[in-house]
């Protein structure tokens, strides 16, 4: 069935009118979405797709990332 809707939209040309106004549907619904998208993001506090980031102690450090030194005696000059 929707098969044979699309063979019927492919050998059907449209207007220039016909395609202005299936564009101008598509948009008002991809702002649509939008919006709601925008408003479930408010209601969290924060956009949407963002997640707030941990803080991350100084004192925490990765183990590979630790370096050794060791201190040297400053030479006493006579």
């Known amino acids: 069935m929707y ?3 699309l063979l019927y939209q492919a ?3 449209k207007s ?3 395609q202005r106004e299936e564009d101008i549907r598509a948009g008002q619904l991809a702002a649509g979405f939008a919006r ?5 993001g408010q209601g969290l ?10 803080p991350r102690p100084a004192e925490v450090r990765p183990s ?3 370096v050794s030194c060791t201190a040297r005696a400053a030479s006493s000059r006579a």
């Open 16 to 18: 220039a009118r016909d």
């Open 3 to 5: 098969q044979s809707y």
């Open 11 to 13: 050998e059907r040309p």
């Open 64 to 66: 590979h990332a630790t």
């Open 45 to 54: 506090g924060r956009g949407p797709g963002r997640r707030p980031r941990s």
């Open 36 to 40: 709601l998208w925008r408003g479930l």
